[in-house]
Structure formats: structure tokens, C-alpha cells
């Protein structure tokens, strides 16, 4: 499988990660180079198999619904780069 | 007096409890160890000192009303990976380089809670990826066994702070090889617990089924007392396991006679660099001689596969963990952009480096619209076989030896152009976080100079045995340790 340019910047995109031209480029030969090897998993005869999220045999973790204290508001707010009125603030998400 | 700096855990704790030294002393020698190596080193993104000082005179006042414990007023170095309240927190990366936590992590604190005196912050890979520590964004650590080396990583400012005496012990989280790979390269004991063993509250997410965090240590002694202390149930983490936790210091020194020791011929490839393989045959050798029974003929087939199963599950882990920093609610804020997407785009593309990048990139495909069967799916159900493997060996054996990276360090810069080349340095480790077991690289002597690590791996929970594996291996092997020339 090679990754072309055109498929580096849809997966960039996606990823919502801004990438330099030379990025783009190194990109395209590493990721298809790391895919290739993916290839190997082909020779796994998993027919049959579950696939394993995690190794714990836990499912379903549940909390007792009892109120418990959390991190106070300001100092959370406080490590986001703009505030207003106790919410975080970002640009307009709908634009025109 | 011998050199403070050098003490191991055991050995400090002896002299602080009789009060022969304070624990002021101790952390202060620390220091001035850290101040004289670590210009060469370069192990600490941060040192505490002042804080450090003042944890130690509360250690000193707890030990001068007569309380005792392993770890009361020892200094420890913290990886950066760990969230430390009021101290910042960086992973190694631009994103986080103001980010100063409101919490600590539960790890840190259970080490707090026992005395702990905290030197400072060490270095990473940045978000923990990578096996060298120069993807940190700010500086490569040097190994102080060789300083144009690598001291492994991503684990590689704990591993190297250990080794160079700047830090009684140290922790570190191991993803796929993360404590492991660093602490064979550095010449010091790394081990990876159990998946769920140790809370992950506090611990910057990576892959967050692969994620453990686990000690750094000059012995296996020491490495089952910071254990026992770091471990347990924490309703914090819903992935942290409910089982009991055993003094693991308390059977080191049972012996091994009679356990099944198995060794995995694709372990042992012959590929493999002879000095190393040398290294993990005089460990065998030793376990042999203690009346451990060692068979060499088992076979874990699906090994060749596990890089492929590794480098596309925690790659999509970690491309949605590292959603999280859109430059909104902490971390690096590009703000100057069209809107709000492209803020959010260029300070990803500026906030995280390379490695990062990459890594994003490889999960997010894998996760996309049309791959996820062919990749992620796939990956998860040889993850399965993988596992299952391992559990029809332990099915004969207590614990499997082998070794913990292909060779010993390598230069800096020799390996970063080429990242698949920087991958296979954790081909050795990556199985066991695929599996989720315990595993321990003990030393095994040197190759020309450089250390070289014999790795222990168990069936899950049994963190008891590995430790007393390699408790034998480090009997059997040089009983004081050569020191770096620093």
C-alpha cells in the first residue's frame, strides 16, 4: 500500500494535525514503509479468534453513584488559555 | 564515608533509621551529585531542589518521632509523564510545556504518602514514544555509560539518572519496552508490572491498554520494595485491578530451585548480537546452577507478528488519546489562525513533534473509514493469539527469560532518520504490554563496556516470581556493579 501526498493530507486532516511540506513528503515514504510491514499480520490464521481490547478480565466497571469532590472549577479553568464566565472560550465552531 | 549518591534503597534506609545520616543529607548529596553530572547527562528536564529540601526535613521530622519505612526520606526521580501537582508536567513535548497539573498521580502520591523526597522531573520521549529519549522536544539525554549513546527509551532521564547517581530510584511507565529497554541500556533494574497492577490515574495517556508504570532501580531489592509500595486498586482507575498486593520483597531470597525456567527460540534469533546472547546464556547458567530447570525448546510462533500488532494498536490508541489537546482546554494555544479548526490544526502541527506525528497519522489510518477491519480489528485478534500463547507456556513454565533489546546502546543520532530501525529496538518487549504480563530487565553484565539487560517475563500477577528470577540472576552475576565514569 503506498500513501500518496493527496492520502498523507486527508489523514492529516482527519487527525486535524497542520503537517510541513517536508512532513508531507517524509510521511508518504515512512508511513507506506510501516504499512508494508502490517502486512505480516496476513500470515496469522485468526479465523474464529475474538479480537482483545485489553488483557484484564474486567468488564463493566461500576462506581457507586455517590457524590464525590472534584478538582475545584478555577483551577481547572485556570489552565485553559481564554476564559469567559466560568466556560472555556474558542472561535466560532459554525462558521459562514 | 562511601559515596551517598550510590546507596541503594535497602542500604539508605538502614543508615536513615538509625539516624546515621538525615534524610536531608542524603537528598542534599543528590543534589550535588546532580549538579556535578548533570551538565554531561542531561537526565532532569526539571530539579526541584527547594521542594526536594523541604521533603526531606518532613521525612527527617517523621523519622525523628521514630516512624521507619522503606522509603521514608529516599530520593526519587519522576518521570515527566507523571502528573505532579503544582510542578509542571511536560511529556517531553511543546504541548505541555507551561502545563503545571492540579493533581498528582497516584503512583507519585503512594510514594509521597511513604516519605518519598522527589529530586525532580526526568527526561522523555516526547508523549513516551519512542527508545532513545531524543524525541524529547527539549534536549537528548547521554547514557552515562557511554555519553555519545543513547540511554534507551522513552523511560531514558529515569534510566540514566539511576545509573549516574543522581537518584536512589526512579519511576517510569513502559508502553512497549518503555521502563524495560531504557533501564537494560543504563546497566539498572526496569520492571514493568502487571497490566493493572498500578493505577495509570496521573499518567499522561499514550496507549491506554498497554500503559503501566513501574520502577527504576540499582537492585531487584529495591525494585520489589518501590513495587509494593506503587501498587493496588484505585478507584481512580477503573483499569487498576482489585487483587490483593503481596510484599514482594518478602520472597526474594526463596531461590529458584525447581522453577521452570522457558526460553523462547524467537527470542534468541541468530540474528541476535553474540555479546548479548552470551549475556542471557550466563544468566541462564546461573539460574541453572541455583536448580532452576531451563528449557530452551519453547517456541511462541505469532512473536514475528507482535511489532505489527504493537505499531498499529497503540498508534490508535493514542491518535484518540492525543484528541485531547486542541489548544482549547490546556497546553499549547495557537490562536492567530483563520478560525477555529485552523487554530486547532496548527497547534497540533506545532505543538507535537515528529514522532508524535507520525504515530497520529499511522492510528488515525488505521482507524479510518475502510482499514479499521483490514488494521485495527486484525491487530486485535492476533493480540488474542499472541496472549494465548504466552498462556499455554506458562501452562509449563513459571517465568520465560530473555533478552530485553537485540543490542547494546547505540549512537545518538544513528537511529532517527530511520524510524522503523528505531522500532525494532522493542521487539523484544513489545510482546509482553501486547499480553499484558509483568517483566523485568535485570543486569546482565556487560559488551565491551556496555550493559547489557536479561529480561524476566510472568504470567499476570505473578510479579512474585519474575522478581525472584531475577533476584537469582543478579546473585549469580558481579556482586558490586562496576560504576559509569562519569
Not at chain 2, 95 to 110: C, G, H, N, Q, S
Not at chain 2, 330 to 348: A, L, P, V
Request: aromatic share 8%; hydrophobic share 45%; glycine share 8%.
Amino acid at each position: 500500500m503506498q500513501l500518496d501526498r493527496d492520502l498523507v493530507l486527508h489523514i492529516a486532516k482527519l487527525a486535524r494535525v497542520e503537517l510541513t511540506e517536508s512532513e508531507l513528503d517524509v510521511f508518504s515514504t515512512q508511513l507506506s514503509e510501516i504499512l508494508a510491514h502490517f502486512g505480516v499480520l496476513n500470515a496469522v490464521d485468526t479465523d474464529g479468534v475474538e479480537p482483545t481490547a485489553h488483557t484484564l478480565p474486567l468488564t463493566n466497571v461500576m462506581a457507586d453513584d455517590v457524590a464525590r469532590p472534584s478538582l475545584p472549577q478555577d483551577a481547572v479553568l485556570a489552565l485553559a488559555p481564554a476564559t469567559e464566565d466560568g466556560y472555556l472560550r474558542v472561535r466560532a465552531v459554525l462558521e459562514q | 564515608m562511601r559515596d551517598l549518591h550510590y546507596l541503594t534503597i535497602h542500604q539508605a534506609a538502614a543508615l536513615l533509621r538509625t539516624r546515621e545520616i538525615s534524610s536531608r543529607e542524603l537528598t542534599q548529596a543528590a543534589l550535588d551529585r546532580i549538579a556535578n553530572v548533570e551538565p554531561r547527562v542531561r537526565a532532569f528536564l526539571a530539579v526541584t531542589a527547594e521542594r526536594a529540601l523541604a521533603q526531606a526535613d518532613a521525612a527527617d521530622a517523621r523519622l525523628k518521632q521514630g516512624e521507619s519505612g522503606p522509603l521514608l526520606g529516599v530520593p526519587v526521580a519522576i518521570k515527566d509523564v507523571l502528573s505532579t501537582e503544582g510542578v509542571a508536567t511536560t511529556c517531553g513535548s511543546r504541548m505541555l510545556e507551561d502545563f503545571v497539573p492540579p493533581y498528582t498521580a497516584t503512583a507519585v502520591r503512594r510514594l509521597f504518602d511513604a516519605g518519598a523526597v522527589m529530586l525532580g522531573k526526568t527526561n522523555m520521549d516526547e508523549f513516551a514514544m519512542g527508545s532513545s529519549t531524543e524525541n524529547s522536544a527539549f534536549f537528548p539525554t547521554h547514557n552515562p555509560w557511554d555519553l555519545d549513546r543513547v540511554p534507551g527509551g522513552s523511560s531514558g532521564g529515569s534510566s540514566a539518572a539511576v545509573a549516574a547517581g543522581e537518584a536512589v530510584y526512579a519511576l517510569g511507565s513502559d508502553t512497549g519496552g518503555s521502563i524495560r529497554q531504557p533501564a537494560a541500556l543504563c546497566g539498572v533494574v526496569g520492571m514493568k508490572p502487571t497490566y493493572g497492577r498500578v493505577s495509570r490515574y496521573g499518567l499522561v495517556a499514550f496507549a491506554s491498554s498497554l500503559d503501566q508504570v513501574g520502577p527504576f532501580a540499582r537492585d531487584v531489592r529495591d525494585a520489589a520494595t518501590v513495587l509494593t509500595a506503587i501498587s493496588g486498586h484505585d478507584p481512580a482507575d477503573s483499569t487498576s485491578a482489585p487483587v490483593d498486593v503481596p510484599d514482594f520483597v518478602a520472597d526474594l531470597d526463596r531461590g529458584v530451585r525447581g522453577l521452570r525456567v522457558g526460553v523462547p527460540r524467537e527470542y534468541m534469533p541468530d540474528s541476535l548480537d553474540p555479546g548479548v546472547r552470551a549475556r542471557i546464556d550466563a544468566a541462564l547458567a546461573a539460574l541453572e546452577t541455583q536448580g532452576a530447570l531451563v528449557d530452551r525448546g519453547v517456541s511462541l510462533p505469532s512473536t514475528e507478528a507482535a511489532l505489527a500488532v504493537y505499531y498499529i494498536i497503540a498508534p490508535s490508541e493514542a491518535s484518540a488519546n492525543l484528541a485531547r489537546y486542541d489548544g482549547v482546554k490546556y497546553g499549547f494555544s495557537y490562536r492567530q489562525g483563520s478560525g477555529m479548526w485552523d487554530n486547532m490544526e496548527k497547534t497540533r502541527g506545532r505543538g507535537f513533534g515528529t514522532e508524535v506525528k507520525r504515530r497520529i497519522m499511522i492510528g488515525t489510518y488505521a482507524l479510518s473509514s475502510g482499514y479499521y477491519d483490514a488494521y485495527y480489528l486484525k491487530a486485535q485478534k492476533v493480540r488474542t493469539v499472541i496472549r494465548r500463547e504466552f498462556d499455554a507456556a506458562f501452562e509449563r513454565y513459571d517465568v520465560l527469560v530473555a533478552p530485553v533489546t537485540p543490542t547494546t546502546a547505540f549512537r545518538i543520532g544513528e537511529k532517527t532518520a530511520d524510524p522503523f530501525a528505531m522500532y525494532l529496538n522493542d521487539v523484544f518487549t513489545l510482546p509482553v504490554n501486547i499480553a499484558g504480563l509483568p517483566g523485568i530487565s535485570v543486569p546482565g553484565g556487560f559488551v565491551d563496556g556496555l550493559p547489557v539487560g536479561v529480561q524476566v517475563i510472568g504470567k499476570p500477577f505473578d510479579e512474585a516470581t519474575v522478581l525472584r528470577a531475577a533476584y537469582a540472576i543478579e546473585l549469580g552475576g558481579v556482586q558490586e556493579a562496576p560504576r559509569p565514569a562519569l
